[in-house]
């Protein structure tokens, strides 16, 4: 077995296997990070009489899922050594680049209409409109045709903007989406022009990065535990500077996010607060279904 995957939680946790188990793994990065690891890996399962499952690809140890494991293998593999060049790539353009931090704050009287929303079944298109218009934020469409973004060089499509500037989307399928913070730089391929310094309500911090960006998610995080108590997840993911806080409540589970913005094609992040249905089926959920299912169940 090749150097890169001694790694002693591993070989505790194939040493613990007996015949008859199946280990699983939610996808194949996470057990090894080459072609050679995985082959040898699993190889030696079976050939001890073990079974393996992986969840994210739906892969297992029958003879056409061990046909489908190689070359999910070799693309993993491919993609990984891809990542690596684009974050080299970028991290170079980052060196030219002007470091920025956008933030729109989670006030407390936002924090608790966010929590009154939970009270909500979110799927209720007209419910969610009347109370938040009751709330007094405001139809996207009307607002940035009005004088207030007049402005603003670029502003986010949504369907609501809170009365702090948030842009909100939520459109009744069972989830309500609110960022109040963006992790970018500025410079050539990238963004030309800081719009979140002319939009209302937000502020950009230049020369900030990550110790800034943190702390805004942090008192947020705050914010929430204070009328909530400790939350139910705290899940972080360093490797990826992602953070997911949950809450399960009677009828929603509310989240305090922060992760890669995919409409940058990952070239920026977001701290957000997300509201998501325990009930509504295909919802979108950062990570997908798996991450939603162990939030909120």
């Known amino acids: 077995m090749v150097k890169n995957a001694e790694r002693p939680e591993l070989w505790a946790c194939l040493d613990y296997l007996r015949e008859g188990d199946t280990l699983v793994v939610l996808e194949l990065s996470r057990l090894g990070r080459s072609l050679a690891d995985l082959l040898s890996i699993v190889s030696g399962l079976r050939r001890r009489g073990i079974g393996f499952t992986v969840l994210h690809e739906n892969l297992d140890t029958t003879p056409g899922g061990r ?134 309500g937000w502020a950009s911090e230049e020369g900030a990065w990550r110790p800034e960006f943190d702390a805004h998610f942090d008192t947020v995080v705050q914010r929430f535990t204070d009328r909530l108590g400790l939350p139910d997840y705290d899940i972080r ?4 500077h992602s953070r997911y806080v949950s809450w399960r409540l009677e009828h929603n589970v509310l989240i305090v996010g922060q992760g890669e913005e995919p409409l940058s094609y990952h070239q920026f ?19 997908g279904a798996r991450m939603r299912a162990l939030l909120a169940s």
Not at 89 to 115: F, Y
Not at 165 to 176: A, E, Q
Request: net charge negative; glycine share 6%.
């Open 237 to 240: 993911q360093p490797k990826y």
């Open 269 to 287: 992040e977001d701290a957000h607060v997300y509201l998501v249905s325990r009930t509504a089926e295909d919802v979108p959920f950062p990570e």
């Open 67 to 200: 046909l489908v494991f190689h070359v999910f293998a070799a693309l993993a593999e491919f993609i990984r050594e891809l990542i690596h060049l684009g974050l080299d790539s970028l991290a170079g353009k980052r060196a030219m680049s002007d470091e920025r931090v956008a933030h729109c704050p989670v006030t407390p009287e936002l924090a608790d209409q966010l929590i009154g929303l939970t009270e909500l079944d979110l799927t209720d298109d007209e419910a969610v409109t009347a109370r938040l218009l009751g709330l007094g934020w405001r139809d996207w469409q009307e607002a940035v045709r009005g004088p207030d973004y007049e402005e603003t060089p670029d502003v986010p499509e949504a369907n609501f903007i809170s009365p702090q500037g948030h842009f909100v989307t939520c459109d009744g399928d069972g989830s309500l989406y609110l960022p109040f913070s963006y992790l970018y730089w500025l410079g050539e391929e990238l963004l030309e022009e800081d719009c979140w310094a002319e939009t209302p």
